[in-house]
């Protein structure tokens, strides 16, 4: 389908921006709150790679704390409904037969941000398809949080989940449960029912905040049931959340807690030795109850060792604990074949570490597993802006956590400072980071294809402090080698809102030098005075760029708040935005557009509604 030029009710507004050719439709069709569609799985739709199911894909406008609900039906085939924070993301939330009904989908998720999501309406599996009903509506508040109840180690104790319960992020109902554990102690975990598909979330609560530590869906040799062993990183209490797999389930349940079983005993290994092992139905049992081998090394502070392990007869999986058997870190097929798996780690202390080496599955057969030391990585060398940088991805290059090579560039900026890197490449997908200096480098930005020219990136950043920064130029994936240039470029201070007039027209060009979004996307930013309960019909339309509109006001330290958001409901690439303020004061309008790195002209009209 080819997008109209300009709609004729836009023209007869005399709102027509510079003139631009058609452009391709939009992949992701706008869904309010409310809205209730009707759709169609077919041949001509988006596929998944290799074929492995057909999907739709539907824009949704969110604000953080938001809690909505997707309800997907057919009678054609097997529905699943996911949710993404950008189209080429991950899901953040699935939903396959949540409804209860048979093959109906019910995701409820939680917006953790305002911005826009990705709903994706799509079959199970395979090129099946038919026809399907798609609603969106806005969920109540959750019921209150429970005082969780106690459990002691030998306890069982039976609960039921129902209607009335405390609901996680996800939809899902759950009772909480809390244990005190010392440091290193093993629990084992078990909950069993034949009402519902269980499901064990083990974590700490911060506040109001539950943080997951461990989850299991289905124990080993339990079938639908959980089970789950836990080793305390830290003494102190911790949490059970007893819930489901399907939002809609309800029923009794029962759950227990006892000793964990001793850990898998291991052997010794020294940094640069490679050993040749073989699992078997005879070896001890890791914690989710797998066949598993484990092996001891000493290491010091600061220093990045490398774990390989590999195997031709099962897909092989490595973790790595500190002396009490805490996790740091594992890896499943982060080696450079197959289901082989890598994992570089930059030790925290001085002591012992144990890798336990088993299969992703219960699975058994031979394995080779190494252990390397990793060259220190290099200190930056400092970036001047504006200077166009010549670089070269190479083996002796310093290695990050996901193995791939990199080059660091050191720069000093100030608090509110805009910065670009552009970074291109001939030899490989280009990958940027930006984050602080220090002894472990945490991304604080990062960008792959920005620049909108195929591979080549495009990072903006504001600088959230003054001080030094760390870029990072490396490839995307851990394989790649080559030729690269980098540029770093002073783009100054967020630029400052302009003012707009209620019943007036602003006429303007999204340029590089606009200001950037957190998603990369440029805006223009008016301001306008408004009365509570005051009504605006807010129109932005452009031939050049896909148009989106928010509107918000400035919090504390210069926080934008968005209030509301619309990227399509005038057409396909025309917003409009029907908003009532909620009390006196000053708004903020915000001309953008829906992908980022577009650029082109626009006009914005803001009008009371009649």
Request: charged share 25%; glycine share 10%.
């Amino acid at each position: 389908m080819r997008r109209q030029t300009v709609l004729a009710a836009v023209s007869s507004l005399a709102l027509v921006a510079a003139a631009a050719g058609p452009v391709l439709a939009q992949e992701a069709t706008p869904l309010a709150v409310g809205d209730s569609v009707e759709g169609e799985i077919a041949d001509g739709d988006s596929t998944a790679a290799d074929n492995a199911w057909r999907f739709d894909s539907y824009a949704v406008s969110a604000v953080a704390g938001q809690r909505l609900e997707a309800v997907m039906r057919s009678d054609a085939f097997d529905t699943v409904l996911e949710v993404l924070t950008t189209a080429d993301g991950e899901p953040i939330a699935t939903d396959d037969d949540g409804l209860g009904d048979g093959t109906n989908s019910r995701l409820r998720f939680t917006a953790d941000h305002d911005g826009v999501y990705i709903l994706r309406a799509r079959n199970l599996s395979g090129l099946e398809g038919g026809a399907y009903t798609l609603s969106l509506a806005q969920r109540d508040a959750a019921p209150a949080a429970p005082q969780p109840s106690s459990i002691r180690l030998g306890q069982t104790v039976q609960g039921e989940l129902g209607a009335d319960d405390a609901e996680a992020d996800d939809g899902r109902p759950y009772d909480a449960w809390t244990f005190t554990a010392r440091r290193g102690d093993r629990v084992s975990i078990s909950l069993d029912s034949e009402a519902f598909d269980p499901v064990l979330r083990v974590g700490r609560m911060e506040g109001d905040v539950f943080t997951e530590l461990e989850t299991n869906d289905d124990g080993d040799g339990a079938g639908l049931n959980s089970r789950l062993v836990f080793t305390a990183a830290d003494g102190g209490d911790y949490v059970i959340r007893a819930t489901a797999l399907n939002t809609a389930s309800a029923g009794a349940y029962s759950l227990s807690l006892g000793e964990g079983p001793a850990p898998v005993a291991a052997r010794s290994i020294r940094i640069g030795d490679t050993v040749e092992g073989e699992l078997t139905d005879g070896d001890g049992k890791s914690a989710a109850g797998m066949p598993a081998d484990a092996y001891r090394f000493t290491g010091r502070e600061g220093q990045r060792v490398r774990i390989d392990m590999s195997s031709d007869d099962f897909d092989t999986f490595l973790e790595l604990f500190d002396d009490n058997r805490t996790s740091l870190a594992n890896d499943d097929d982060g080696g450079p074949e197959g289901t082989d798996s890598r994992l570089i780690f930059t030790l925290p202390r001085d002591g012992s570490y144990v890798i336990e080496a088993r299969a992703f599955a219960t699975a058994t057969g031979d394995y080779s597993l190494s252990v390397s030391e990793v060259a220190p990585e290099k200190p930056p060398v400092a970036i001047p802006f504006g200077r166009l940088v010549q670089g070269e991805i190479a083996e002796a290059d310093s290695r990050d956590n996901d193995d791939r090579g990199f080059d660091g560039y050191v720069f000093t900026g100030v608090e509110g400072q805009r910065v670009q890197a552009i970074m291109r490449s001939g030899d490989f997908d280009t990958y940027l980071q930006v984050g602080r200096v220090g002894t472990e480098f945490t991304a604080l930005g990062s960008d792959d294809d920005g620049l909108g020219e195929g591979t080549d990136s495009r990072l903006n950043f504001t600088l959230p402090e003054s001080g030094q920064y760390v870029l990072r130029a490396s490839p995307l994936a851990s394989e790649g080698k080559g030729l690269y240039s980098l540029e770093l470029i002073d783009r100054g201070p967020q630029p400052r809102p302009g003012s707009l007039l209620v019943g007036s027209t602003a006429r303007g060009t999204l340029t590089e030098s606009d200001a950037a979004a957190d998603d990369n996307s440029f805006y223009d930013a008016y301001r306008v005075t408004l009365k509570e309960d005051e009504k605006l019909v807010i129109i932005m339309v452009s031939n050049e760029v896909d148009s989106f509109l928010s509107v918000g006001r400035e919090k504390d330290e210069g926080e934008f708040e968005a209030l509301a958001s619309d990227d399509d409901s005038l057409s396909d690439t025309h917003a409009r935005l029907e908003w009532t303020a909620p009390s006196d004061g000053v708004y903020e309008i915000r001309a953008g557009t829906f992908q980022q790195g577009q650029t082109g002209a626009y006009a914005l009209i803001v009008e009371k509604q009649p």
